[in-house]
């Protein structure tokens, strides 16, 4: 899943080895300004990409944190992408 909004770019990965843990990609900026600096590793040096893992409970508060955190002006600029079975990722 894509998360696009003005707090961040964000792609949420659920892994193959614990049904429980998502991967969430973004900028170094992006997660820092959400999650702690120390949880958040290297992915791609290159592309300027880093990740975190997270607990589907903490990914849902990660959403519910960013939908309550939009401000009027924002939902134009929010966007969720669909995700259907073809588009899945496994990490």
């Known amino acids: 899943m894509n998360i696009s909004s003005l707090n961040g770019t964000f792609k949420i990965i659920q892994t193959v080895k614990n049904q429980?843990?998502?991967l969430v990609l973004g900028s170094w900026a992006d997660l820092i300004k959400i999650f702690d600096s120390k949880r958040t590793f290297c992915v791609d040096k290159q592309k300027g990409l880093f990740g975190i893992y997270l607990c589907k409970q903490e990914c849902a508060d990660l959403l519910a944190y960013l939908v309550q955190n939009i401000d009027y002006h924002e939902w134009e600029d929010f966007s969720l992408e669909?995700?259907?079975p073809t588009s899945r990722y496994l990490a």
Do not use: G
């Open 82 to 84: 669909k995700v259907t």
């Open 20 to 22: 429980d843990e998502l």
